[in-house]
């Protein structure tokens, strides 16, 4: 399950462990570490795992979402958690979310999921 992630106002993208401090406040975790080059930071949820890599492009909506940021939970359960990923980010209001399932868009709080 994946997840474009941006700040509300997206006048200019933070840089990335800034950005997950905010992102593991809102979603509850811990033990963050950020590895890999380019890096990325892994943390960890109650009953999921989080990858949160910057990713910024030219074009919407990944100018205004540059992170993304993937869930990992058990296979029955992945579907539902990256709903409530989605929702406890999109209910902060510090975030523009939108979640893809097997690369479509299936909810977005702002761009259009039909000009994914």
């Known amino acids: 399950m994946d997840l474009l992630v941006g700040t509300a106002e997206p006048d200019s993208a933070p840089s990335l462990k800034p950005f997950a401090r905010d992102v593991a406040?809102?979603?509850g975790l811990e033990g963050l570490?950020?590895?890999?080059?380019p890096e990325y930071v892994i943390g960890d949820g109650e009953d999921f795992k989080v990858w949160l890599s910057f990713r910024p492009e030219d074009?919407?909506?990944?100018?205004?979402?540059?992170?993304?940021l993937e869930v990992?939970?058990?296979m029955d359960?992945?579907?539902?958690?990256?709903r409530r990923v989605f929702q406890m980010l999109a209910d902060?209001?510090?975030f523009r979310v939108m979640l893809l399932l097997d690369h479509d868009c299936v909810r977005s709080t702002?761009?259009?999921c039909g000009n994914w």
């Open 92 to 94: 902060s209001g510090r």
């Open 72 to 74: 990992a939970a058990e």
């Open 59 to 68: 074009e919407e909506p990944s100018l205004s979402h540059p992170f993304w």
């Open 110 to 112: 702002h761009f259009p």
């Open 33 to 37: 570490r950020v590895v890999g080059d």
């Open 77 to 82: 359960a992945e579907y539902e958690v990256g």
């Open 25 to 27: 406040a809102v979603l």
